[in-house]
């Protein structure tokens, strides 16, 4: 994985404005490099206290982290989302990346 990519993740995740300041203790930077802690992320991603258009941004950012996750649906998360969060997924899309 390149650390590139994680600092690109990480600033996908500054850019959700509701899921910004949580999910990003996931991150550690360390001297030479960028962790990303995908657990405590999903943990995030599953709050009962998150709104709905919340829980599908931090599902889309586990959709990056690991293209596998089948927890997000993009049909769901253009109709739910506001323009700010989906201007950050047409930002992504427009030079897409994956980690």
């Known amino acids: ?5 994680l600092e690109r993740l990480r600033d996908l995740v500054e850019n959700f ?4 300041e949580k999910g990003l203790v996931a991150f550690k930077e ?3 490099r ?5 657990l405590a992320f999903r943990k995030l991603a599953g709050d009962p206290w998150l709104g709905h258009g919340d829980q599908l941004a931090a599902n889309f950012v586990l959709s990056v982290w690991d293209p596998k996750n089948n927890d997000f649906n993009i049909h769901e998360a253009l109709g739910t989302w506001d323009d ?3 201007s950050v997924f047409v930002e992504w899309a427009e030079d897409p990346f994956w980690c």
């Open 34 to 38: 960028i962790d990303f802690d995908a």
């Open 84 to 86: 700010e969060h989906r």
């Open 1 to 5: 994985m390149k650390a590139a990519n």
């Open 17 to 20: 404005p509701a899921i910004a």
């Open 30 to 32: 360390r001297k030479d």
